[in-house]
């Protein structure tokens, strides 16, 4: 079974961010949409500096940014990948594949007991990795966990971050359930690492980053 990959996603402050990649999370999530409290939009210098950005995956969260926006944002030299999180079409992600071929694109589905797998095939050969988390009303965010076990229905080629809900005391059904799929490539953590909106509990965060090291 091969190491499973970190993902912190919604940084939102200098201090904390620095604490945060002194842990070496494998991904680190900055997210650029206005209405997400963790939205750093217009403000990412001052939460990360660019020098840091040459050490780690850094990831750009959009929902539906248009293509232009999306240009100005990689032209920062901030990010080497970027997360799609809204209605994205396969087209679009070609569209980033042939302006950007170096930039890894992780494309999320929002899931729930009736998912349809079949949603995914037209983009296993524009992204890198799919994220599944929970469906909810509003783009990400919603801190709960779904069903698990549907990912068996999930047999495809592209590997995938799990997400939903995901905190400490799931560890233990992490471990499980990456003996079970072996194209779980990462874990991506936010709201139930937090002390507050944006703001991770580092304490928290490395207890958890040695277990999921040591499986």
């Given at each position: 079974m091969q190491k499973l990959k970190i993902k912190v996603c919604g940084l939102t402050a200098r201090d904390n961010t620095e604490k945060?990649?002194?842990?070496?999370?494998?991904?680190?999530?900055?997210?650029?949409?206005t209405p997400s409290p963790?939205?750093?939009?217009?403000?990412?210098?001052?939460?990360?500096?660019?020098?840091s950005a040459t050490t780690i995956n850094t990831v750009a969260v959009t929902v539906d940014m248009s293509v232009d926006e999306l240009g100005r944002l990689l032209s920062?030299?901030?990010?080497?990948?970027?997360q799609l999180h809204g209605h994205e079409s396969p087209e679009y992600c070609m569209d980033i594949k042939q302006k950007w071929p170096k930039i890894e694109i992780i494309k999320a589905f929002s899931v729930d007991d009736a998912f349809n797998f079949n949603e995914t095939?037209?983009?296993?050969?524009l992204s890198d990795y799919f994220l599944f988390d929970t469906r909810s009303e509003t783009p990400g965010g919603s801190g709960r966990k779904f069903n698990w076990p549907i990912l068996r229905r999930y047999t495809g080629s592209t590997p995938f971050f799990l997400s939903g809900g995901i905190g400490p005391e799931l560890l233990d059904d992490i471990i499980k359930f990456s003996e079970e799929h072996a194209l779980l490539y990462g874990i991506d953590?936010?709201?139930?690492?937090?002390?507050?909106?944006?703001?991770?509990?580092t304490d928290k965060l490395k207890k958890f980053f040695n277990g999921v090291r040591n499986l």
């Open positions: 945060v990649l002194g842990l070496k999370p494998d991904y680190a999530g900055f997210i650029f949409y963790r939205d750093v939009t217009g403000r990412l210098q001052h939460i990360f500096p660019l020098e920062t030299g901030y990010f080497n990948t970027i095939k037209a983009y296993h050969s953590i936010n709201s139930s690492f937090e002390t507050s909106p944006g703001i991770k509990d």
